[in-house]
């Protein structure tokens, strides 16, 4: 059963705070776009206050940009910071954006729809493949104030960029987008996934494909996931790290194989993203659950010694997530492409 109070306890008026100490909120360590985009996927789908939450978490995102569509990624003290900017942030919040256009709210709808809007034309002129694949994987799925043709146009351009750098650094016993995996790897295949069930480009079904198999190959273990860990990431004719192990990257294999099981209807990524799901239980190299039932928090990772006990917002995000969209695997319906449910709203509320 999902458990939202580690969420709600993150968050204030403001949005969702970064960092916990063990498992109290540190206000001390400010607000990210990533995570208050990641909150916004999660709140879209409560059962109760669903529509209060996502307000907040969408104003945030709203907040954060400013008139040029530049999103900040980092506040703190009321003061939005340009020092922690980045691509692969302002891709997640169009992924956030995305979902929110497909609310049953209209508010939430037609601020989601805008806000992606606002980035839509600078997006080919990206350079991070991470950032490109969050974006192109809301694009595939969001509804955009604007001619169908333009998105297309963006959602081609964005694939043939993807495909294209696999193309330049695949080779042999390495089918992958770059000479290194890093964090986050499996919305590479997930994109180009997405990029096929959108348009039908075979292309991007094959390399989707290829890519996910390799990664599955390369992270998987008999019964468990074990994850690339961050100390020094996996360098192409290295050797893997296995610490530090991080929640969100569990999260992204779990994404990547419900969409390959969606579009390909092979069982066998279902049966992965299952046992992806099952390493913040413990089916991981440590046989440790990451899961703290009484604060209904997440570990923040897997660490040499055992675990990080802080349950930041990006690690309790990312399990909610991953539960949110097995949830709805059965029917082969993703959370985000489902219009969040509409509760009666108090008469407060609907002014």
Known sequence: MLDY??????????GMLQFSCLDRPDPGSGYTLDDNARALMAALHMKEDAYHYSRRYLDFLASAQRRDGVWSNFLLDGIYSSRFDSEDSIGRAIMACAAASRSSWPDLAAVGGQLIFYKLAELPGFTSPRAIAY????????KIPCPDAFVRQIVRRLADFLAGRYEITRGRQWSWFEDYLTYCNGILPQALLCAYEFNGDERCLRIGRESLDFLNDTLFRPGYLSIVGNAGWYQRGGQ???FDQQPVDAASMVFANWQAYKVLGSKEYLDRALL????????????????????????DALTPDGVNLNQGAEAVLSLLLSELLLEGAENSAPFFLTASPVPQLDAEASC
């Open 5 to 14: 109070k580690h969420l709600l306890a993150m968050s204030d008026k403001t």
């Open 240 to 242: 893997m790290p296995v």
């Open 276 to 299: 992806a799901r099952k390493w913040y239980e413990g089916q991981n190299i440590h046989g440790l659950s990451l899961i703290d039932a009484d604060s209904g928090g997440c570990c």
């Open 135 to 142: 974006s192109l994987t809301g694009l595939c799925n969001g």
